[in-house]
């Protein structure tokens, strides 16, 4: 399944060509993806997969569900089979899904042990990152929501999970920005708490209101700490005013988590 959802091994060898800004080249695809505007138009040349890459996540699968690689999926995999293994009450959410690929992970981890009492939650506004409120310094700059590629609907997002039949009622969508769908979130306990906001408001955002519903052994997953200076920042900052000492360890280049004593 993790092998599928990254496309490892039989995806890689056409890549996102990626233009110079402001160039004759962009100048003239901007006219393009214009005049074919409302269709997923891609720009592609051939490429060669690199299979350590696609493990640790350091590439950009052109239609793989998620880009995070295998490492970070075995984590998860670990992660919530621990959870289960111990009786740690709580669903399992990820806020920043993307186009689903660890949600579905999640999903087909709790089919293949037989749990129909948790659920999944896939937060993400399905319409990229924001901009640039004003609130933290850290994101000052923040280019990620100029990426469209970073944009993925709700019902894109279904029908990822429908392909591997695994859009059902333990499957919830929490459709917005962290800041405001997450502090009303209909959720009682959390046993995974997986963190892929990229910015330091979101990662913020999402644990000031989660964090104190995961439960004691459960799991903080957090994916872009070692990409995101932003993101290792509010981390640290969390943590420091928290007082949370349980170790951070380390997935590979970019994800880290800790266990919550």
Known sequence: MAKVLTRYGFEGRNVTVKLP???????????????MKGRDVRMVERGDFNASFREEGRDWPVDAE??????RLANLRDCTEKVLADGVPGDLIETGAWRGGATIYMRA???????TDRKVWVADSFEGLPPYDGRFDADAGDQHHTRDELAV??????????RYDLLDDQVQFLVGWFSETL???PIDHLSVLRLDGDMYASTTDALDSLYDKVSPGGFVIVDDYGAVPASARAIHDFRGSRGITDPLETIDWAGVYWRKS
Request: aromatic residues 10%; glycine residues 8%.
């Open 183 to 185: 502090p009303s979130a």
């Open 109 to 115: 981890i709790l089919a293949a042990h037989g749990v």
């Open 153 to 162: 609907s709700v019902d894109d997002v279904k029908e990822n999970f429908q």
């Open 21 to 35: 800004p402001r160039s004759y080249e962009s100048f003239l695809w901007d006219l393009v993806r214009g005049a």
């Open 66 to 71: 998620t880009m995070i690689g295998l490492k």
